[in-house]
Nanobody, 123 residues
Framework: QVQLVESGGGLVQAGGSLRLSCAASGRPFRNFAMGWFRHAPGKEREFVAAISGTGSTIYYADSVKGRFTISRDNAKNTAYLQMNSLKPEDTAVYYC????????????????WGQGTQVTVSS
């Protein structure tokens, strides 16, 4: 089992920044690919970013490329999502997720999920 706890969400004005953190426990963190997904009201959950266990492979959704940066610190068992130049359309509940070994951009491939953290971007 892997337990994931997100933090760092909040209310920010358009153009601002937030950094989300995802603290993991329970299994060797380096063995798990990490993904960030978001779910906005009235929309389906969508992929945001993903990173392999070593950090050597990274994927981004087109909508966040150039604005968001995913990273991880395996010594701290934590993954991060740095979000810059935020837009109102980035408003959503953000979830981190873990998958054993193989990184994926598909939410159904992830076995472990955090509880989510709300990000609200005002215009």
């Amino acid at each position: 089992q892997v337990q994931l706890v997100e933090s760092g969400g909040g209310l920010v004005q358009a153009g601002g920044s937030l950094r989300l953190s995802c603290a993991a426990s329970g299994r060797p963190f380096r063995n798990f690919a990490m993904g960030w997904f978001r779910h906005a009201p009235g929309k389906e959950r969508e992929f945001v970013a993903a990173i392999s266990g070593t950090g050597s492979t990274i994927y981004y959704a087109d909508s966040v490329k150039g604005r968001f940066t995913i990273s991880r610190d395996n010594a701290k068992n934590t993954a991060y999502l740095q979000m810059n130049s935020l837009k109102p359309e980035d408003t959503a509940v953000y979830y981190c997720a873990a998958r054993f070994l193989v990184v994926s951009i598909t939410d159904l491939d992830y076995n472990y999920w955090g509880q989510g953290t709300q990000v609200t971007v005002s215009s």
